[in-house]
Nanobody, 125 residues
């Protein structure tokens, strides 16, 4: 599956932003989609994930209660609604897809073979 992330931008601390991950290809509803982010000089970190049926959603502790992941399988798009943004949320946000990732490996970068190009989110203080 091919992925394209969009919706990033510049926002003040406390503000909101929604990033999207649009997919092309077949059987989108069988893919687990996960958001990662990478700040300058840092490793790429897990943010949130959602199973194909939306039955499982998992969040990193740093975003729990502020971010919400959702998907529209008809539109083949996954959304990440980000509220109460903080300067430490500044990063390039990437979406990734996998059809076969197991529960214990959802947060692992190596579990994903298909990646979007990333979208920049900048939160000013």
């Amino acid at each position: 599956v091919q992925l394209q992330a969009s919706g990033g931008g510049l926002v003040q601390a406390g503000g909101s932003l929604r990033v999207s991950c649009a997919a092309s290809g077949r059987a989108f509803n069988t893919y687990t989609i996960t958001w990662f982010r990478q700040a300058p000089g840092k490793e790429r970190d897990f943010v949130a994930t959602i199973r194909g049926s939306s039955s499982t959603r998992i969040y990193a502790d740093s975003v729990k209660g502020r971010f919400t992941i959702s998907r529209d399988n008809v539109e083949k798009t996954v959304y990440l609604q980000m509220n109460n943004l903080k300067p430490e949320d500044t990063a390039v946000y990437y979406c990734a897809a996998s059809r076969s990732v197991i529960l214990s490996a959802l947060r692992t970068i190596e579990s994903y073979s298909d990646w979007g190009q990333g979208t920049q989110v900048t939160v000013s203080s």
